[in-house]
């Protein structure tokens, strides 16, 4: 059986007026930007890898620092020098680099050939650095050719090198340079490469009892910030499994022998694997059961070959497994515009499984395990980092590598100035006003204090199985005597039990009561997690009679926290009621806060959730809320401006007016997503804004912030957790953007990760002081924790619903619910 089809190679490295894209900042500062690896020229034509004719282009970095912005310093909380992960470059180059397309013939596909072929021939290059396509250096040579001979078979080997372009100092390629000399500075330290990044394989951790191993790795990035040119460094951890895909297979096959393969197929489609031959990863998008180890595909010179055959005459490898199925990945567009077959097969018994499953996140022994390497405290964290940056300073080949290129990375963590927002004032009921303390805590204040908004709950029903009465009963008792304790008034529900504890059966037994008696509220006391009766509970009530729900697990019926945990149960029923337990110290203004986020349905991975989250009214304790689906790489914009639509005409009819002021905060959004958002998503809305304030004659302003969790920022205060309020918003900030941090939770072990925002879009006229503490306050009002989380609370709320509806319901919630927070 003969398959055109590839095999794992070594992967080559290589609103006055609707806003718009802002033009490069005529200060001339520099950002990181990665050079274009697609192989055209700007006419089209196709020279190769890296080619280009003449000076090659880079993209201008988007600029969205508004001009009428003084400063984006805030000014409010109080002052204080902290350290952060970064180091700064004492010394940098100031030279023309040359970069070149290298080609090799016969064609030599693997890196490390490649490389090694061309280090015989670096007196006559020069200082370079060699990502296995192209080649940087600060010598200008003509087209070049050089001869090397292949130490494993002694073949003679022509390398061609083609100057394909120049760039100066602050071109946007430039410190794109500075990163591929870092890489090069990881790889001298023996570290291994593991998809893009660098691990420590001789410092590797056995998970005891877990086959199982941890890697510790770094990584590193350079750019240009506000004062100058930084390099970011944090400390990671990867995953490797002493597992092959091949070992999956079996335990599959052994555990269930008639239906293997959707067990196996379950477990492998999406996982990410390790193939040690080549050292790449790929990620499994099938499994062909017709084919194996002694199936044959075309090489590129039209020669037939087993894989079996491939593999022991390249790598040196026997394939022991006859009987085993070849998996399926999908080349990267970047390598199927290189020439490679869009399909990749690879065999399990090579392939090292890399990550953790579903069932390994649910077990706790597992994590717990892990944790007690992952979470870093901050202190020893600084520790790591110090002694990293020793590792790069005192290597003797890293130091001859960064002095040819005269750079120099100072020996200390950077230190930054800070500020430290005071502690808000929570509004509860009955003009009641508690601090939320330095710790952003305030659980203890809320026993025997009326919440800001209580709710009466008359009539409701609670569901039970297992015969355990008794347990719900005084459950019950304890969340009524917590509410009315809060000034929520609950009277006794009616009881319930079900034998059948199937999905289906839940969902046929709510219809019968739900359809008899139509009760406010239902809780629901479950057996165990189990994620399809959650589902059928949840599509029953929110979905065909949109009922408020409440889902509980048996197990916490004898918790012995179980008062506390009446309480937060009766907190998140009243929510679910419409009701609002505390709110902050806000600007007396028409103001509407927008939270949108984005969750993939995992029954559906061609299909996205996006769920909005709007305020409605002046203290931010009602929201309305709604979802769209839409297919994966579909524009989101119509569907975001007809919700906003939605949203606005919900406040007119709680508040009899439009809001003056609207602020959005869009998370789910990655660095290269921006100029998209910015164009497309802020387009939309400012012009349906414009619509609809012009229809009415009133004038409308607003900010659109991106919010961004995953960051490698790390701040620290005297070797421990900055506190909650921290601002930091110089120095380590982007110079052509409008962005600050913000650390807004309490964090007691690890180390806290500051999140970033990013504002695109600004017609409010607000100072970037206020424009914090507007975002800091949002923080302290998710209804599901008394104290700070770590995002805006409408970000917050859209991510919980958004999850809902892709992992549960995969269907749009009833539009009777669209006022309520049924999803906490």
């Known amino acids: 059986m003969e398959r055109p089809v590839s095999v794992p ?63 984006k310093r805030g000014e409010s909380g109080t002052e204080i020098v902290m350290q952060t992960n970064y180091f700064k470059l004492v010394t940098t180059t100031d030279w023309c680099l040359y970069h070149y397309r290298v080609d090799f013939y016969p064609d030599e596909d693997r890196n490390p050939i490649r490389k090694g072929l061309l280090k015989s021939h670096k007196d006559a290059l020069g200082p370079y650095v060699f990502d296995g396509t192209v080649l940087y250096s600060n010598k200008r040579l003509e087209q070049t050719e050089f001869w090397s001979k292949r130490i494993s078979d002694g073949l003679d080997i022509k390398i061609v090198l083609r100057l394909t372009g120049d760039m100066q100092k602050g071109d946007h390629g430039y410190l794109q340079f500075f990163n591929i000399i870092m890489r090069r500075c990881l790889e001298l330290l023996k570290l291994q490469i593991v ?48 597992q092959t895909v091949l070992d999956i297979l079996n335990e599959c096959f052994h555990k269930s022998n008639d239906n293997y393969k959707k067990e196996f197929e ?37 020669d037939s070959i087993t894989y079996r055959d491939y593999y022991k005459n390249k790598y040196r490898i026997t394939i022991r497994e006859k009987r085993q199925p070849l998996l399926i990945t999908r080349a990267r567009p970047r390598d199927r515009r290189s020439g490679q077959c869009e399909l990749i097969y690879l065999v399990p018994e090579l392939c090292r499984a890399t990550g953790l499953t579903d069932r390994m996140r649910e077990n706790f022994g ?148 739900l359809s008899k008696v139509n009760p406010e509220l239902v809780l629901c006391v479950v057996p165990n997690n ?10 029953k009530c929110i979905v065909d009679r949109h009922t408020p729900s409440q889902v509980f697990l048996e197990k916490n019926l004898t918790n012995k926290n179980v008062r506390t945990i009446a309480t937060k149960v009766a907190i998140q029923m009243n929510c679910k009621l419409g009701g609002s337990p505390w709110s902050v110290d806000l600007p007396n203004i028409d103001l509407m806060v927008i939270g949108f986020d984005v969750c993939h349905d995992t029954g559906n991975k061609s299909r996205d959730y996006g769920a909005m989250v709007a305020s409605l009214d002046r203290g931010l304790t009602r929201y309305y809320s ?44 990655g660095e290269g997503q921006v100029p998209y958002v910015l164009d497309h998503e802020v387009g939309q809305i400012h012009d349906k804004l414009k619509a609809v304030y012009n229809e009415f004659g009133v004038y409308m302003k607003f900010a659109f912030l991106i919010v961004t ?108 619910m669209e006022e309520i927070l049924y999803y906490l």
């Open 9 to 71: 190679q070594d992967p080559p490295v290589g609103i006055p007026e609707r806003p718009e894209k802002v033009q490069q900042d005529p200060r001339e500062r520099r950002m990181e930007v990665p050079p274009g690896s697609s192989g055209e020229d700007a006419g089209g034509s196709q020279l190769g890898r890296g080619a280009m004719r003449g000076r090659r282009v880079y993209p201008s970095e988007l600029v969205t620092r508004p001009e009428h912005l003084v400063t």
């Open 530 to 539: 189990r994620s399809d009766r959650y589902s059928a509970i949840k599509k």
């Open 626 to 669: 709604v979802t769209s689906a839409h297919n994966v790489g579909q524009e989101l914009s119509n569907k975001f401006s007809s919700n906003l639509d939605s949203a606005l005409k919900a406040y007119r009819r709680a508040n009899n007016k439009f809001p003056s002021f609207i602020v959005f905060y869009r998370d789910g959004v």
């Open 195 to 242: 998809g893009r990044d660098y691990y420590d394989a001789n410092d590797k951790i056995d998970v005891q009892g877990q086959r199982m191993e941890l890697w510790p790795g770094y990584l590193t990035s350079i750019r240009q910030h506000e004062n100058g040119i930084l390099m970011c460094a944090e400390i990671t951890h990867k995953v490797m499994r002493q």
């Open 709 to 816: 969790k995953r960051i490698n920022t790390r701040i620290f205060s005297d070797k421990k957790n900055p506190p909650p309020g921290t601002i930091i918003d110089d120095i380590v900030t982007n110079p052509l953007r409008y962005d600050f941090f913000i650390i807004s939770q309490n964090v007691r072990q690890g180390t806290v990760t500051p999140c970033a925002y990013h504002v695109i879009a600004d017609t409010t006229g607000w100072t970037a002081d206020q424009m914090q503490r507007l975002t800091y306050k949002l923080c302290h009002m998710y209804y599901n924790w008394s104290g700070t989380v770590r995002v805006p609370a409408p970000c917050q709320y859209a991510h919980k619903l958004a999850f809902l509806v892709a992992q549960f319901l995969r269907h749009d919630p009833s539009h009777h």
């Open 266 to 302: 379950s477990l492998v489609l999406g996982l990410v694997v390790l193939t040690d031959y080549n050292n790449h990863t790929y990620r499994i998008s099938d499994v062909d059961y017709n084919v194996g180890p002694d199936s044959t595909f075309l090489l590129k010179n039209g």
């Open 366 to 513: 597992l994590m717990r395990s892990l944790a007690e390497f992952t979470r870093v405290s901050p202190d020893s964290r600084m520790t790591k980092l110090i002694e990293f940056n020793k590792r790069l300073r005192s290597e003797p080949a890293i130091v001859t590598e960064l002095d040819q290129w005269k750079l120099k990375l100072s020996d200390r963590l950077l230190d930054i100035p800070a500020r430290v927002l005071d502690a808000e004032l929570i509004f509860l009921g009955k003009e009641c006003v508690v601090t939320a303390g330095r710790g952003a805590d305030w659980t203890r204040q809320l026993h025997n204090k009326t919440l800001y908004n209580p709710k009466k709950l008359k009539f409701w029903v609670t569901i039970y199985a297992n015969k355990i009465k008794d347990e719900v009963q005084n459950f019950v008792h304890l969340i009524k005597n917590a509410a009315s304790g809060m000034g929520i008034s609950i009277n006794y529900p009616k009881y319930y039990e079900i034998v059948d504890e199937r999905s289906n059966a839940y969902s046929d037994f709510l219809e019968r009561v």
